[in-house]
C-alpha cells in the first residue's frame, strides 16, 4: 500500500508511476518518510460483509410497523392515519386445506415450524416482526405460478422475500402474509462470454454472482454492503443502487429482461437478452423498484462488464465538505473513464468505526473522508491519470492526507471504511435510518441541518454515500427506540428534502416504513397512476400490502 499525504508515504509495490508522483512531491517541498516495505497501514479485513442479523435491540423494541405521518395530503384530500401500522386487510387467514396444498406442491419446503419462521417474520434491523404461520420455498417459475394461483383464488396475502436484507420493512410480513422465499431458487442459467449477459434465478446471492462472473473475466455491475446475503431478484425489485452506480448506472438500465409470476398465477416471459428492443412498452421497467408489490420476480438477465484488469482505490481526507465537492469534480475530469467510484463519511462514522469496530482510520484526522475506485484495463494508463489527479488535488490544498492501495487485500482493507459504517451504527443503539436523493452540492446539508434541530436529544448524528449520484445516508442513534425522537427527525427530515426537490428514497425503497411520506417525492396525480397500475395487475391486492403505496390511496 501507498500513502499520499502531505507526509507522502510510498510503501512496498509502488509502480513506476507512483514512484515519480512521489519523487515530484518532494519538489512541492512536502517531507518523505520511509515506513518498512512490510508495514501495514490499515488491517485487512474482509470486504464480505458481515452478517448483521444478530440481535442487537431487545424484543421488547419489536413493533408491528413504524409512526407513518405525512402533512401531505392524498388524491382526495384525505391523510393517512399516524397509526404504527395499517389496519389489517381483509384476506383469508391460513387453514389445514391451505397448508395441505402447499404441501404437496412443494414437498418438504411449506414451513411452519415458528423457530424456522422467527428470522423470516423479522427484518435484520429489528425494527418490524410480522406473524406469519407459512413458508414457502420453490424452486421453479411453474411453483411460484401455483402458489400465486391458489393464494389469489383463497385471497391469500403474499410476502415475497429474498435475502431480507431490506431497510424500510419491505421484505417482511405486517401480519400473517404467506412468505415466499426465492432462497432455492439459486440457479445461474446462462452465461454469454461474449456479451456478458447473464441469466440466473432470483434467489442467486449477489456475492455468489460477483464470483463466478469474476471466474471468467466479467463482474456485476452492481455491488452493496449486503452483497453476500441480497438476492439480485431482491436488488431488482428495490432498484438497488450500491457503489457502482456511478460508473455503470442503475439496473433499469443494465437489466436487460425479467421473468416475473403475476398476482392470479400468470408468467410475464420479458426474459431478454437484447440490448435493443423498442416494441412497445418496456414492461419490465415497472418491475424494477416495485418492491414486490406488482409481481413476483423469478429469473433476471443482465449485462455484466468486462472485470477490469487494473483496480486503485484511495482513501482521501478533506477538511470541508466544499473541499470534498471540488475533488469530486476534479476526479471526475482529469479521471474521466476510469473513475467507478466516490464514496464519503464524515468524521462521525469513522469515531463508531474505531470505537465499535476498532479499525484504525488509516490516515491522519480529517472532518471528510473520500474512497475512490479506478478500474481500467491497462495499469500504466490508469496509474498515470491517477497521480496526476492525486499531485493536482494536495496542489490546489483540496486533500490534507490520503492512501492508495493497489493490492486486493489492501483494497479490500480501505473499502471496509466506507462498508461496515452500517456495522458500526448497530452497536451505537438503536438507529433511525433515512436514504435521500439530493443535489450534490446540497447532500451534507441535511446532516448539519439535522444536527442542529435535534440538539442532544440524539446520541449520533452521522452522514456517509455517495457522492457521485447524490445519495445521502443519514443516520441517527439513541439508546434505545425513543418516539420522541422520532417525532422530532420526522416529518423534518421529508420537508426539508422536499424543499430542495430530493427524493425521500434513494435505493432503500418506501417498504412499509416510509409509504405514507410518498407525496414528499410525487404528485398526487403520479400516486394515484401507481394506484391504477396495482388494481390492474393485482386486483385484490395480495402482493405485498401495506407497502410502497400509501394508506389512503383509493
Keep these: 500500500?501507498?500513502?499520499?499525504?502531505?507526509?507522502?508515504?510510498?510503501?512496498?509495490?509502488?509502480?513506476?508511476?507512483?514512484?515519480?508522483?512521489?519523487?515530484?512531491?518532494?519538489?512541492?517541498?512536502?517531507?518523505?518518510?520511509?515506513?518498512?516495505?512490510?508495514?501495514?497501514?490499515?488491517?485487512?479485513?474482509?470486504?464480505?460483509?458481515?452478517?448483521?442479523?444478530?440481535?442487537?435491540?431487545?424484543?421488547?423494541?419489536?413493533?408491528?410497523?413504524?409512526?407513518?405521518?405525512?402533512?401531505?395530503?392524498?388524491?382526495?384530500?384525505?391523510?393517512?392515519?399516524?397509526?404504527?401500522?395499517?389496519?389489517?386487510?381483509?384476506?383469508?387467514?391460513?387453514?389445514g386445506e391451505d397448508l395441505a396444498f402447499f404441501r404437496k406442491i412443494l414437498?418438504?419446503?411449506?414451513?411452519?415450524?415458528?423457530?424456522?419462521?422467527?428470522?423470516?417474520?423479522?427484518?435484520?434491523?429489528?425494527?418490524?416482526?410480522?406473524?406469519?404461520?407459512?413458508?414457502?420455498?420453490?424452486?421453479?417459475?411453474?411453483?411460484?405460478?401455483?402458489?400465486l394461483k391458489y393464494c389469489n383464488g383463497r385471497n391469500l396475502a403474499v410476502n415475497p422475500q429474498g435475502g431480507n436484507t431490506g431497510l424500510v420493512g419491505g421484505s417482511v410480513p405486517v401480519y400473517d402474509e404467506v412468505i415466499l422465499s426465492t432462497a432455492l431458487m439459486n440457479n445461474i442459467l446462462t452465461l454469454d462470454s461474449i456479451s456478458g449477459i447473464l441469466t440466473c434465478q432470483a434467489g442467486c446471492v449477489l456475492e455468489n454472482l460477483s464470483t463466478y462472473l469474476e471466474d471468467r473475466d466479467y463482474i456485476m455491475p452492481l455491488d452493496l454492503g449486503a452483497k453476500g446475503s441480497c438476492h439480485i431478484g431482491g436488488n431488482v425489485a428495490t432498484n438497488a443502487g450500491g457503489l457502482r452506480l456511478l460508473r455503470y448506472g442503475s439496473l433499469h438500465g443494465t437489466v436487460l429482461g425479467l421473468e416475473v409470476v403475476l398476482a392470479d398465477g400468470r408468467v410475464l416471459d420479458c426474459l431478454a437478452t437484447l440490448r435493443k428492443d423498442n416494441t412497445g412498452y418496456d414492461l419490465k421497467q415497472l418491475f424494477i423498484g416495485s418492491e414486490g408489490t406488482l409481481g413476483v420476480i423469478t429469473a433476471v438477465s443482465i449485462l455484466c462488464p468486462r472485470k477490469p484488469k487494473s483496480v486503485n482505490v484511495v482513501f482521501l481526507g478533506c477538511e470541508t465538505f466544499e473541499q470534498l465537492l471540488k475533488t469530486f469534480q476534479l476526479s471526475r475530469g482529469m479521471l474521466g473513464e476510469i473513475l467507478s467510484a466516490y464514496e464519503f463519511l464524515d468524521s462521525e462514522c469513522?469515531?463508531?468505526?474505531?470505537?465499535?469496530?476498532?479499525?484504525?482510520?488509516?490516515?491522519?484526522?480529517?472532518?471528510?473522508?473520500?474512497?475512490?475506485?479506478?478500474?481500467?484495463?491497462?495499469?500504466?494508463?490508469?496509474?498515470?491519470?491517477?497521480?496526476?489527479?492525486?499531485?493536482?488535488?494536495?496542489?490546489?490544498?483540496?486533500?490534507?492526507?490520503?492512501?492508495?492501495?493497489?493490492?486486493?487485500?489492501?483494497?479490500?482493507?480501505?473499502?471496509?471504511?466506507?462498508?461496515?459504517?452500517?456495522?458500526?451504527?448497530?452497536?451505537?443503539?438503536?438507529?433511525?435510518?433515512?436514504?435521500?436523493?439530493?443535489?450534490?452540492?446540497?447532500?451534507?446539508?441535511?446532516?448539519?441541518?439535522?444536527?442542529?434541530?435535534?440538539?442532544?436529544?440524539?446520541?449520533?448524528?452521522?452522514?456517509?454515500?455517495?457522492?457521485?449520484?447524490?445519495?445521502?445516508?443519514?443516520?441517527?442513534?439513541?439508546?434505545?427506540?425513543?418516539?420522541?425522537?422520532?417525532?422530532?427527525i420526522e416529518p423534518f427530515v421529508y420537508e426539508w428534502t422536499a424543499s430542495c426537490h430530493g427524493s425521500i428514497s434513494a435505493e432503500h425503497g418506501l417498504g412499509l416504513k416510509k409509504r405514507n411520506y410518498i407525496y414528499y417525492s410525487k404528485p398526487s396525480q403520479a400516486v394515484a397512476l401507481m394506484g391504477n397500475i396495482k388494481a390492474m395487475l393485482d386486483p385484490k391486492g395480495i402482493l405485498n400490502p401495506y407497502k410502497t403505496l400509501p394508506d389512503n390511496l383509493k
Excluded at 425494527?127 to 414457502?136: A, D, F, I
Design 350 to 488: 469513522m469515531r463508531l468505526l474505531n470505537t465499535h469496530l476498532k479499525l484504525p482510520n488509516p490516515i491522519s484526522d480529517c472532518s471528510f473522508y473520500v474512497v475512490i475506485e479506478t478500474s481500467g484495463s491497462d495499469p500504466t494508463h490508469d496509474g498515470e491519470k491517477l497521480h496526476n489527479f492525486l499531485e493536482e488535488a494536495m496542489t490546489s490544498s483540496l486533500v490534507t492526507d490520503g492512501t492508495v492501495a493497489t493490492e486486493d487485500s489492501k483494497i479490500k482493507a480501505l473499502w471496509s471504511m466506507r462498508e461496515r459504517v452500517t456495522e458500526a451504527l448497530t452497536h451505537d443503539g438503536f438507529t433511525y435510518k433515512y436514504d435521500v436523493s439530493l443535489p450534490v452540492e446540497r447532500i451534507y446539508q441535511l446532516v448539519t441541518d439535522m444536527r442542529k434541530h435535534l440538539g442532544d436529544r440524539a446520541k449520533s448524528v452521522v452522514g456517509y454515500g455517495h457522492v457521485g449520484d447524490g445519495n445521502l445516508h443519514l443516520n441517527i442513534t439513541s439508546p434505545v427506540k425513543d418516539p420522541a425522537l422520532l417525532a422530532a
Design 107 to 147: 414437498p418438504g419446503r411449506a414451513i411452519t415450524d415458528p423457530d424456522l419462521l422467527e428470522s423470516c417474520n423479522v427484518d435484520w434491523l429489528k425494527s418490524v416482526r410480522g406473524s406469519s404461520e407459512v413458508l414457502l420455498r420453490p424452486q421453479t417459475t411453474e411453483e411460484v405460478s401455483q402458489i
Design 1 to 95: 500500500m501507498q500513502v499520499v499525504s502531505r507526509t507522502f508515504t510510498p510503501v512496498c509495490a509502488c509502480t513506476p508511476v507512483m514512484v515519480g508522483f512521489f519523487q515530484r512531491t518532494l519538489r512541492l517541498r512536502t517531507a518523505l518518510r520511509h515506513l518498512s516495505p512490510h508495514s501495514t497501514v490499515l488491517s485487512a479485513a474482509t470486504r464480505s460483509p458481515v452478517d448483521l442479523r444478530g440481535s442487537f435491540l431487545p424484543a421488547a423494541s419489536w413493533q408491528r410497523g413504524v409512526c407513518c405521518r405525512t402533512l401531505h395530503s392524498g388524491a382526495d384530500g384525505s391523510r393517512p392515519s399516524p397509526a404504527a401500522a395499517p389496519d389489517r386487510l381483509p384476506f383469508s387467514r391460513i387453514t
